[in-house]
């Protein structure tokens, strides 16, 4: 356990690209990160989230989880999805992963990491090396910094 005793321990773990100690338990678990985040926990957020967060390591569009939310008889629009995976990604929950200009990723797994596209499947999926490196990163113009580096690698199936 961590011995410290401020207030600040989950923002700084967010902001350091961990999320809460979970328990094991979807619904307690997704109150907590929500409530961590700043979040209220409102009856969507948390169908949502326990769709998002209890299943692993996750890659999802705003539709593959409204599909699932439907499937699962959650009473949300697209819109709402939608909301909701930029709330929680603003929050630090979520990493955002833009495949191409049509294509966007919500990854559950907010550490630094990079991706194979599977073309063919439509799917993304985590580098498993975490030594990965680019060995040059370009000049950053005057007044920017990198806030960070999201390398996709695509793949398609050799005929």
């Known amino acids: 356990m ?17 999320q809460p100690a979970l328990t094991g338990c979807p619904w307690h678990d997704v109150n907590e990160m929500l409530q961590a985040a700043g979040l209220r926990p409102t009856r969507q957020r948390m169908a949502l989230g326990w769709l998002l967060f209890g299943k692993g390591a996750r890659h999802l569009t705003a539709e593959m989880l409204y599909e699932e939310a439907t499937l699962a008889k959650v009473p949300v629009s697209l819109a709402t999805v939608y909301n909701t995976l930029n709330q929680l990604t603003d929050a630090g929950l979520l990493r955002q992963v833009s495949v191409d200009g049509t294509k966007t990723y919500f990854d559950t797994n907010v550490t630094a990491h990079h991706h194979f596209y599977l073309e063919n499947n439509h799917e993304l999926v985590d580098i498993p090396d975490p030594h990965l490196v680019l060995s040059k990163m370009p000049d950053v113009p005057e007044g920017y910094e990198i806030s960070r580096v999201d390398m996709v690698v695509r793949l398609r199936k050799k005929r």
């Open 2 to 18: 961590n011995d410290k005793t401020s207030g600040n321990d989950d923002a700084e773990a967010r902001a350091a690209g961990h």
